[in-house]
Structure formats: structure tokens, C-alpha cells
């Protein structure tokens, strides 16, 4: 379980970083802040999303579209708050995770 939270939270920093990169953040404590936002949620997430899936029973493109959408608004928050060079920090939040949750999804494909 110890090397999933880890794979998860390398995938999504690493990514996220990218993207905030690409977007063009380029000041210190901002991208500090990505990951330090990432390492906030991501656990929380991957930890609710394992429990779930081998706890109960309930549907897991539901369970992970609620989850998605939490950690979108908790970082979206952190962004609005905290960030001033994301001109659109809720856009900003949607566009990084769907590109760290797809690199995820690929990868786990894979192995």
C-alpha cells in the first residue's frame, strides 16, 4: 500500500509540476505550493479511493468522479488563495489533475 501512495503522489507531482510549468508558473513558492497542495491531497484521495474499493461495494466511476471533484476544489481553494500568477485557478486545478489522474490511469495500464 506504501508504494502505491508513493507511485501516486510521484505521478501526480511530477505531472502537475509539468503542466504548472507549461502554463507558465515560474516563480519558487508557487510551484513550492503546487506541491505542496498535491501532497496534501493526493494521499487523502488514494487512501478513500483504496478503502472504498475493497470495502464496499459502491460504483467506482462514481466513487472517483466525487473524489476528483473534491480534490479539484480543495486545490482550486489553495490556488485562489494563495497564487496570484493562475489567472483562472479553478481551470488551472480541472487541467492539472485530469492530465496527473490520465498519466495514472495510462500507467497503471501499462503495468
Do not use: Q, Y
Not at 506504501?2 to 505531472?15: A, D, M, Y
Not at 471533484?69 to 496570484?84: D, H, L, Y
Request: net charge neutral.
Amino acid at each position: 500500500m506504501l508504494r502505491i501512495f508513493g507511485l501516486s503522489l510521484l505521478i501526480t507531482v511530477t505531472t502537475e509540476l509539468l503542466f504548472a510549468f507549461a502554463a507558465g508558473l515560474r516563480d519558487r513558492d508557487d510551484l513550492l505550493l503546487v506541491c505542496i497542495v498535491n501532497c496534501l491531497t493526493n494521499p487523502i484521495a488514494v487512501f478513500i479511493h483504496h478503502h472504498i474499493l475493497f470495502r464496499t461495494n459502491w460504483n467506482l466511476t462514481i466513487t472517483v468522479a466525487l473524489l476528483e471533484t473534491a480534490v479539484i476544489a480543495a486545490e482550486a481553494i489553495f490556488f485562489v488563495r494563495s497564487v496570484k500568477t493562475i489567472k483562472k485557478p479553478v481551470l488551472f486545478s480541472l487541467t492539472a489533475n485530469l492530465l496527473s489522474f490520465s498519466a495514472g490511469e495510462m500507467i497503471s495500464a501499462f503495468f
